[in-house]
């Protein structure tokens, strides 16, 4: 996350409060972009006074940033003005969006955040995103990013948003986040099959994703299914056409398979069949160009950290 100090926030602002913040930028890794004003301001009125030890000042002073943010950080990560204009977020509020946790809700987090965290490992040493990538992995390893599991299917991630919005504050576009399934059945399957979270997360900012794929067994493929112990019960499937094979019932096309056993299929993904599965369906980035889905992804779970 990118915090944008505007000189604004400088008036009549609770000393304490601030330091609070900067506190907890430091702590949580955030960059704040480059003002000489403020920076002067957090020498003179923070760090020189007592609200933080010795050694964690000399360390937030190094950290204070001293170069402009890079355009590729800006496309990578969120950015917050804080001020008191219009369209900022006030010191109040940023108190509350640093503070709450970050959520990424699931319909089956407790099988299906196994699989979003080995996408992420797999694509962690990409040459472009590695910085990035690296991150967001250490954010799901260490609870920075908190899976939540709504409990299977779309219209109870509406409910579980209700249930942690409130707890977000006054933007909790900023925290929270969702992964769902597309449950589309072919090439040609137009449906929304989603329709009242997509109106949902429109109306309060919200990001979400939609897989590409039915859902995300859709994203192993045969031999791992079969490496896992579940033998195809649809022979079809081998030598399917990619596109196809994205819009396969694979939860009903193999033998014994059920959700509870996605964290033994997962053993079984490998990064190979991963890009396997992905790489003929590239998706549009605005700064990037063609990204494969699972970079895209991640790129959204950034703009969590």
Partial sequence: MILEFDNSVLN???NADLARAVGMIYDRGHKIEKNPTFRQYL???IINRSYFGATKIDKIRSSIATRNITDFERSCYQTIKVGKGQGMVGLSDLLVVLSCANYLVLENANYDFCVIRRWVDYFKNDITFQDVNSSVLAALDNGNILPYNAGGGNGTIVNAMKVLVP???RYPQY????IYDSDKTSTTDATDHNHALHEY???TGITGYELHKREIENYFTCDAFDEAGFALADYTLIGMAADDLDYADMEHSVNGYKKK?????CQYMQKGRLVQRVNHHLVAHPEFGDITEIQSIILLMAKLI
Avoid at 175 to 178: A, D, E, N, R, S
Avoid at 261 to 265: G, S, T, V
């Fill in 175 to 178: 925290k929270l986040m969702t």
């Fill in 261 to 265: 056993y996605m964290p033994r299929l």
């Fill in 43 to 45: 020498v003179e009125n």
């Fill in 12 to 14: 009549d602002v609770n």
């Fill in 201 to 203: 997360l429109h109306n």
């Fill in 167 to 169: 707890v977000c504050g």
